[in-house]
């Protein structure tokens, strides 16, 4: 009780609040410029966090995704431009509804449920993380190599796109992790003879990197057609939505509790919470031929998916280190910079820094609701603000922020290279999510196992010598194998069928 | 058009910044410091160094007038932050903080700097390191680890930091100066003590040698007992762990340290006005507090008594990291 009450004071700080509502502010304009994204904004605000406390800088993160999250919502349904991947998911059905003459009511919707699911969120965080990390002190390097393991092939079979790619994409990344002294043995790797790259490759440098330079470069190469806004005034944001919420609780409920489950898996965020939950929604629902004429139904479900999940990717990033969406990775390398290194010492450590964070999900969740009801009002402003203004200024952004890490200049080419590196890559359709693991999770893989290895004596049984690593090693092994299993079976089905059709 | 405007007062002021700088360069003679102060950790933001660093620096600010920045340069294990102190200007505007390590990396062949390479201006801190092991532990005193070690060499695991890390090099020189195999408790790397220390609750490690206030959490959660401490005294904040004299009669002493340098022949005048200045800051108790309450052990060597430790500091170093095979 004396560590909340700690939190709160930490939290309700003058200094505090005021940054996080600059925070969600700036959430709200990054999340409703379609091609700026939630992962992008965490990013950006790299630089500023830098000069901040441990709270403040963690609660600027929270304000700012959960408002931009929701934000992304408004161009989707105004433009049928999602404002970040997370809305593209039912970007189709709220334009439908604009086009109905509904996207106040569209909004609202969004907006609700939003904010429930971002509550949602908090719920499961907050009472998720401590439980998990009390369980977590009994884990050694066993466990943790398997945990990452795990996160690893989880990145790969959820990413969009061919497994394949995903491998490929992963294996770019665990080459990164590999750069520098590794360390076990000291040896200096890939580094050329360069003091720059003994310490490895910057990780939140990497991240600006892979997140903004990639976008700015997309925007460059793209057609620069101005955006046309539609000029119907803002009706009633709130009019009639109780009955529609009322309508659709179990929709609520069950987006809700799925976009944070999904928030936990390692790699699959916002976005892949939102496609999922929509398809479910259109699956159980009585009327599934209405979906995409501007029905509220999937709205509901996925509207407050993806902003339960946000709060999702918290639990494994703060109990284990390992991020559970793109922007908690980002998060884990703000953590270490404020010395809150991430796994459960820090919840016996430092308890109430933990607890603020919690507390701030739930402030940013509330504030969403004034804040984003601003946002629809406004939302035409918004649009209007031309991006090849915006753009220069995210390109200066970044490099302050990567400078601003290490103080190298270093770290501006490790942002530009692995911004190359992305854009080549998502434009080839190598999905970025499994790289991002890849370099947060290599050193946790190597190290574990390098740590084990040395543990047993060199014994590779060593891994399944515990109770909770023999269970999570088999886990993982079968889940390697399943495909594997999966297509033997088919083969041999397929075959028995020819014999007898002969 | 309030935008060009605001570029105008810009470029004035930078023009004037520029000059002032100039004329102030020119004034040589006039009384240190006379511009800001640059203090380089050579030690990640959010670590311990950082955190007195900025600490030294806030109220450094208030004795000399001048506002002392601090620029962490991180990398290379160390070497990048120390060579960056090492090779600044010798003019007292560029200072840093030296770590326990600048008697470890040229041992280790990743530098050729050593202490020699700096001019001291004062130790203010030192933690010792300590013997922890599981509360449910059978090992009741230093006295037992060293004697299961020593009974069944390779059997008991080590970890507190990575591979050739201070607290490696604790646990190693303890077995050696007990007569045992410096090697005889395998090293287990770790990323830093916390992660160390959980492996030791989880059941992964058998000891962890880190300083005891970062295990202190832990012992206050009930998780983790601390049996000794490498120091010559006990610790006003564990007056109930015995030193290691007093528990297995071993003389041997490790402790990580920290203090204030600039670059070699710096101004005499400079680092007699910042040795005074920093031992104010000692003093106060904003520092004192501060430190207390975070748990670093104070100890004040100011000029010369520092070299003499860093000189004791790196030779013992040396003797351990050739015995373990760490030395290049």
């Not at chain 2, 410091?33 to 050579?42: C, G």
């Not at chain 2, 830093?192 to 832990?218: C, F, H, N, R, Y």
């Not at chain 2, 004192?288 to 004040?300: A, D, I, P, S, Y």
């Amino acid at each position: 009780m004396e560590t909340v009450l700690k939190a709160f004071t930490l939290i309700a700080d003058p200094y505090t609040l005021g940054v996080m509502l600059l925070a969600a502010l700036f959430g709200l304009f990054v999340g409703a410029i379609p091609g700026l994204t939630a992962t992008m904004a965490t990013a950006l605000l790299i630089p500023f966090t830098f000069f901040m406390d441990p709270v403040p800088a963690i609660a600027a993160i929270v304000a700012t995704v959960a408002t931009a999250i929701f934000a992304g919502d408004i161009p989707g349904a105004l433009l049928r431009i999602p404002g970040t991947p997370a809305s593209a998911a039912y970007c189709d059905e709220t334009y439908a509804m604009t086009k109905k003459g509904l996207a106040e009511r569209a909004l609202g919707i969004a907006l609700v449920t939003s904010v429930i699911g971002g509550l949602t969120g908090s719920i499961v965080l907050s009472m998720s993380a401590p439980a998990l990390a009390e369980f977590a002190i009994q884990f050694s390097s066993y466990e943790y190599f398997w945990l990452a393991c795990l996160g690893l092939s989880c990145a790969v079979i959820i990413s969009t796109g061919s497994t394949l790619k995903g491998f490929v994409s992963l294996f770019i990344g665990l080459f990164i992790a590999t750069i520098g002294i590794d360390g076990t043995a000291g040896f200096p790797r890939f580094t050329f003879g360069s003091v720059e790259l003994m310490g490895g490759v910057s990780f939140i440098p990497a991240m600006i990197g892979m997140f903004a330079i990639s976008e700015v470069l997309r925007y460059v190469a793209s057609n620069r057609a101005t955006i046309a806004v539609p000029q119907q005034p803002v009706g009633s944001v709130f009019k009639g939505l109780g009955s529609i919420l009322y309508k659709y609780k179990i929709n609520i409920f069950r987006g809700s509790s799925l976009g944070a489950v999904i928030g936990i898996l390692p790699g699959a965020g916002a976005d892949i919470a939102a496609w999922i939950t929509y398809a479910i929604s259109k699956k159980r629902s009585k009327e599934p031929e209405k979906f995409g004429t501007g029905h509220p139904e999937g709205l509901v479900d996925a509207g407050a998916a993806n902003n339960a999940s946000l709060a999702g990717a918290w639990v494994p990033a703060i109990v284990f280190g390992i991020p559970g969406d793109s922007i908690t990775a980002i998060v884990i390398g703000v953590l270490y910079m404020k010395g809150m290194n991430p796994g459960p010492m820090v919840f016996i450590e430092r308890p109430e820094l933990i607890y603020a964070v919690f507390i701030a999900f739930f402030i940013a969740n509330l504030a969403l609701l004034p804040l984003g009801f601003g946002a629809i009002k406004l939302s035409r402003q918004i649009l209007k603000i031309p991006r090849r203004v915006l753009m220069p200024v995210i390109l200066v952004f970044c490099m302050v922020g990567a400078f601003a890490i290490n103080n190298t200049v270093f770290g501006i080419t490790v942002m530009l290279v692995l911004g190359i590196i992305a854009y080549l890559m998502e434009e080839n359709g190598f999905p970025v999510a499994p790289a991002i693991l890849g370099i947060v999770l290599g050193n946790m893989v190597e190290d574990n196992f390098m740590a084990s290895m040395i543990k047993a004596d060199g014994d590779p049984l060593g891994f399944f010598s515990r109770p909770i690593a023999a269970t999570l090693g088999i886990l993982t092994i079968a889940l390697w194998l399943t495909p594997l299993l999966v297509m033997a079976f088919k083969k041999y089905t397929n075959r028995q069928r020819q014999e007898r059709a002969v | 058009m309030p935008f060009l405007k605001t570029l105008k007062t810009l470029a004035l002021s930078a023009t004037v910044v520029g000059a002032a700088t100039f004329v102030t360069t020119m004034q040589a003679y006039a009384e240190y410091p006379e511009r800001p102060i640059t203090l380089i950790v050579p030690w990640g933001a959010g670590g311990g160094t950082d955190a007195t660093g900025r600490m030294i620096a806030g109220l450094l600010k208030n004795e000399l007038g001048q506002p002392v920045n601090v620029v962490n340069r991180t990398g290379g294990s160390g070497v990048v932050g120390h060579s960056a102190i090492a090779t600044a200007p010798a003019d007292g505007y560029t200072i840093g903080v030296v770590t326990v390590e600048i008697g470890m990396m040229h041992w280790a062949g990743l530098t050729e700097l050593t202490g020699k390479d700096y001019t001291p201006i004062a130790l203010y801190n030192a933690d010792s390191a300590g013997i922890q092991v599981r509360a449910d532990s059978e090992w009741k005193s230093a006295k037992d680890v060293l004697a299961a070690i020593k009974a069944n060499p390779g059997k008991h695991k080590g970890s507190g930091t990575g591979q050739g890390g201070i607290w490696h090099l604790a646990l190693a020189g303890m077995l050696q100066d007990a007569g045992a195999a410096a090697d005889a408790a395998p090293w287990v790397p770790s990323k830093g003590a916390a992660p160390a220390l959980q492996e030791l609750v989880a059941g992964g490690v058998d000891v962890v040698t880190s300083s005891v206030v970062e295990s202190s959490a832990l012992i206050k959660a009930g998780k983790v007992r601390s049996l000794a401490v490498m120091g010559e005294a006990r610790l006003g904040a564990f007056p109930d762990v015995p030193t290691l004299k007093e528990a297995a009669g071993s003389d041997w002493k490790m402790a990580a340290w920290r203090g204030i340098a600039g670059p070699k022949g710096m101004p005499d005048e400079a680092t007699k006005k910042l040795s005074v200045a920093l031992e104010k800051v000692y003093k106060s108790s904003e520092f004192q507090e501060f430190m207390n309450g975070r748990g670093f052990g104070l100890v004040w060597k100011p000029g010369a008594e520092f070299a003499t430790w860093m000189e004791e500091s790196d030779a013992a170093l040396g003797g351990v990291m050739k015995a373990v095979g760490l030395a290049k």
